[in-house]
């Protein structure tokens, strides 16, 4: 009998002392409370949440107080174009010269200044739509140029994100978009669905 128990005090594993209830649920990752890791996660989300907040707010505002110029010229799309940059009203003889279409002055839209001429220019068999050096605009978040007609902008006639608010700038007309068919150009901001200002082509 006593070579028995001899043997299952060899066998039987120690006893392991149990943990009270109270004391598991208290336990969180690393003995940290649950509590406690909810708050933290709460407060990373928060500052991640401003951080976004502000990031947004600057990409939206800031835009407005600063001016980016341009000083694209017509001999960046028409090598052959006079030096002077001016476009001459006759129809060229030579293909790689430039040939006014249309033209117009941009007008001020939804409280935004705007001001200066956009012009409908052809080289070859290429159509551009050109601000010229006289162009000036309030700035602003994602904005694009758009043909447009009937007072409404395009929005899948788009020729491009506005390259600056100040100075000559050339926007080529994708061959899929018929210049024909839209009398008017217009700046408009996609961020806020609003236009900035437009121009009537005569």
């Known amino acids: 009998m006593a070579n028995l128990d001899e043997f299952l005090k060899l066998k039987l594993p120690p006893k392991i002392p149990s943990v009270p209830a109270r004391t598991r649920r208290k336990g969180g990752v690393g003995g940290i409370p649950p509590r406690y890791n909810k708050v933290m996660i709460k407060r990373v989300l928060v500052v991640i949440g401003v951080a976004l907040a ?61 001001e200066g001429t956009a012009t409908l220019v052809k080289v070859g068999e290429k159509y551009y739509v050109r601000f010229e050096d006289d162009f000036e605009m309030t700035n602003g978040p994602d904005l694009f140029v758009h043909f447009g007609k009937n007072g409404a902008y395009t929005p899948e006639a788009r020729l491009g994100t506005l390259k600056g608010n100040i100075g000559g700038q050339n926007y080529e007309v994708p061959e899929e978009i018929n210049p024909s068919e839209y009398d008017e150009v217009w700046v408009w901001c996609r961020a806020f669905a609003v236009p900035f200002g437009k121009a009537t082509l005569h």
């Not at 000083?71 to 010269?97: F, W, Y």
């Open 54 to 114: 502000i990031g947004a707010a600057y990409w939206l505002i800031a835009p407005l107080f600063t001016e980016v110029r341009v000083n694209e010229s017509l001999s960046d799309i028409a090598p052959d174009a006079p030096k002077t940059g001016q476009i001459a009203d006759e129809r060229a003889t030579e293909v790689s010269m430039p040939e006014i279409v249309r033209r117009g002055t941009f007008i001020s839209l939804a409280g935004h200044s705007a």
